[in-house]
């Protein structure tokens, strides 16, 4: 059997040489949307602004920004951006984000929505 | 008739105060989706990181990141985070960029889509 890294096989799909970023392969992207109760969405942002502070300190954090959309009133986007998967696991139970999630989830009206993705470069990237 | 600040429109909409960035009213994010011709997405992904070396430079450019998902083989996807929309528009004027949107057009499978957002704060942003 032969041992393929895990860097190499993400290289491969996106048919190009992903720049390097650390030794724990492939950046670790997501965009997600909460659809929150109507009139939530602000106290939901504050408590995501709460978070991003946080986890903002965390090891491998480069990007987590908390967003809204003139278009959809009670949606609220989260944008991170990890330098490895294993660092956005390690940030959920960071002292204070548990509290944060339990805070939030009452606001929540069911709906969320997490595409994940590579990142690949560009501007805005710590590493 | 009243003046009512663009900012000050932004700010009742998400039911709390936006972080003041500078003074030409919001944030402006964008998260493309790009939808390219079967085995063309690692070439769409070159070109738009090298159009992130352009506009990344642009004045009021804080986030361009050029990312692939495991999920949708033929996407890219670019993050977009702008001091406002009237430096994100200035940009697609650059020297340069024409030329780039021109290469990348012909890869394009005639699908994009574009979430708008109000990016309100936290980690990554540059002002």
Same mark, same amino acid.
């Given at each position: 059997m032969t041992f393929i890294p895990r860097r190499g096989v993400f290289a491969c799909m996106a048919g190009f040489m992903i720049p390097a @970023?650390?030794? @724990?392969?492939p950046r670790h992207g997501l965009q997600g949307k909460v659809t929150m109760h109507p009139g939530q969405r602000g106290a939901l942002a504050q408590i995501l602004l709460e978070a991003a502070a946080v986890?903002?300190?965390?090891?491998?954090?480069?990007i987590y920004i908390v967003g809204i959309s003139e278009a959809e009133p009670d949606d609220v986007w989260v944008t991170e951006v990890w330098r490895s998967e294993v660092d956005h696991d390690r940030s959920?139970?960071?002292?204070g984000i548990p509290s944060i999630i339990a805070k939030a989830r009452p606001l929540i009206a069911g709906g969320a929505e997490a595409v994940r993705t590579i990142p690949l470069g560009g501007k805005g990237l710590t590493s």
């Open positions: @970023n650390s030794q @724990n392969g986890v903002g300190r965390a090891p491998g954090c480069e959920l139970t960071m002292e």
